[in-house]
């Protein structure tokens, strides 16, 4: 498998062809960004880290039977992929009350919530990915209301596989963001990444952070951080 003409540059990644149809080449960035773009910066070896942390995530849902994008790693910060067609939702999944939750309704952070909370959010860079309703989402077209039950559904799924998993490796999984896509088939597959940038994680212990948050609130130590996620999923961080 070869890596061909370039396709598309997000904020953390980037999407190649390659000689099969039915297969994309996804090469991870260092690149680190907040806000919606306006906090920027480069951390040498982010890109490797995620790389290692999403393939670890996605290889376990897949133990689960849950469909996602993914199908193999091919470098230290690159892997093979299903193309998707990116339903313009983001779907959040909070268990702790932490980021815009609390700034919004005025939650403590770190307070449980009664229950696992579903969010949505369009996505749409220059409104900011505003938070929608479903009835939001039917005005605007996003999503047919079966498509939002087997996303919340799926959603669910993955936050039961991953907290089991991360309970006993001493990881709280605080809240974190999905977002799926329809195959050319009109298959909804989970696709993006499951890593410290989509997460947040805090030790089970001390409450410390090991995502994003350290570079958004400048804690220090970003990638500190992701390499100790990787290493308590029993990975080896190289940078």
């Given at each position: 498998?070869?890596?061909?003409?370039?396709?598309?540059e997000?904020?953390?990644k980037?999407?190649?062809?390659?000689?099969?149809?039915?297969?994309l080449?996804?090469?991870?960035?260092?690149?680190?960004t907040?806000?919606?773009?306006?906090?920027?910066?480069?951390?040498?070896?982010?890109?490797?880290?995620?790389?290692a942390?999403?393939?670890?995530?996605?290889?376990?849902?897949?133990?689960?039977?849950?469909?996602?994008?993914?199908?193999?790693?091919?470098?230290?910060?690159?892997q093979l992929?299903?193309?998707?067609?990116?339903?313009?939702?983001?779907?959040?999944?909070?268990?702790?009350?932490?980021?815009?939750?609390?700034?919004?309704?005025?939650?403590?952070?770190?307070?449980?919530?009664?229950?696992?909370?579903?969010?949505?959010?369009?996505?749409?860079?220059?409104?900011g990915?505003?938070?929608?309703?479903?009835?939001?989402?039917?005005?605007?077209?996003?999503?047919?209301?079966?498509?939002?039950?087997?996303?919340?559904?799926?959603?669910?799924?993955?936050?039961?596989?991953?907290?089991?998993?991360?309970?006993?490796?001493?990881?709280?999984?605080?809240?974190?963001?999905l977002?799926?896509g329809?195959?050319?088939s009109?298959?909804?597959?989970?696709?993006?990444e499951?890593?410290?940038?989509?997460?947040?994680?805090?030790?089970?212990?001390?409450?410390?952070?090991?995502?994003?948050?350290?570079?958004?609130?400048?804690?220090?130590?970003t990638?500190?951080g992701?390499?100790?996620?990787?290493?308590?999923?029993g990975?080896?961080?190289?940078?």
């Amino acid at each position: 498998m070869k890596k061909g003409e370039f396709l598309y540059e997000g904020k953390a990644k980037r999407l190649y062809k390659t000689e099969h149809p039915d297969i994309l080449w996804l090469e991870y960035k260092d690149d680190a960004t907040a806000f919606n773009g306006q906090k920027r910066e480069s951390l040498a070896g982010k890109g490797p880290l995620n790389n290692a942390i999403s393939s670890w995530f996605f290889t376990l849902l897949s133990q689960h039977g849950i469909g996602h994008h993914f199908l193999d790693t091919v470098s230290d910060r690159e892997q093979l992929v299903r193309p998707v067609t990116i339903v313009p939702l983001e779907v959040v999944v909070r268990a702790i009350a932490a980021g815009s939750l609390c700034r919004r309704l005025g939650i403590p952070e770190g307070q449980r919530l009664p229950n696992v909370l579903v969010e949505w959010y369009y996505k749409d860079d220059a409104l900011g990915d505003p938070l929608v309703t479903e009835d939001h989402i039917a005005l605007l077209e996003l999503a047919e209301p079966e498509q939002l039950a087997f996303m919340k559904a799926q959603a669910l799924q993955i936050y039961a596989v991953l907290q089991q998993a991360l309970e006993p490796k001493g990881i709280v999984l605080v809240d974190f963001k999905l977002e799926f896509g329809l195959d050319s088939s009109g298959r909804l597959l989970l696709a993006d990444e499951i890593s410290p940038d989509t997460c947040r994680f805090w030790d089970a212990q001390s409450g410390k952070k090991m995502d994003k948050d350290r570079f958004r609130q400048e804690l220090g130590g970003t990638l500190d951080g992701y390499r100790e996620i990787l290493e308590r999923l029993g990975g080896k961080a190289n940078v």
